[in-house]
Nanobody
């Protein structure tokens, strides 16, 4: 079972940037992709970015973050990243990473959720 630990959140003003990291440990043989999810109070957790594991390079973004966020991974270091630029107030939320199974157009989570990392965008 894969254990995940997110970090890198913080408070920024609109237009600012943050880089989230997700350190993975444990066995990941049953997974072939990773994803970032966001949750705000009163709402369901939603996926914002997906990436297939190497050798594939497919990335998919929710329309709300496309062009502003970039998902990437360093498989040698078992780390997933989310570069967040041009942040908006509506990007505020708790961000979680997940490892899972590629379902053609998204990464279906198979792992337990980590503790998440809080992103707050406000002026």
């Amino acid at each position: 079972q894969v254990q995940l630990m997110e970090s890198g959140g913080g408070s920024v003003e609109p237009g600012g940037s943050l880089r989230l990291s997700c350190a993975a440990s444990g066995s990941s043989e049953s997974t072939n992709c990773m994803a970032w999810f966001r949750q705000t109070p009163g709402k369901e957790r939603e996926a914002v970015a997906h990436i297939q594991n190497p050798p594939y390079t497919t990335t998919i973004y929710d329309k709300s973050v496309a062009g502003r966020f970039k998902i990437s991974q360093d498989k040698a270091k078992n780390t997933l990243f989310l570069q967040m630029n041009s942040l908006k107030v509506e990007d505020t939320g708790m961000y979680y990473c997940a490892a899972g199974a590629w379902a053609g157009a998204y990464c279906r989570p198979l792992t337990n959720w980590g503790q998440g990392t809080q992103v707050t965008v406000s002026s």
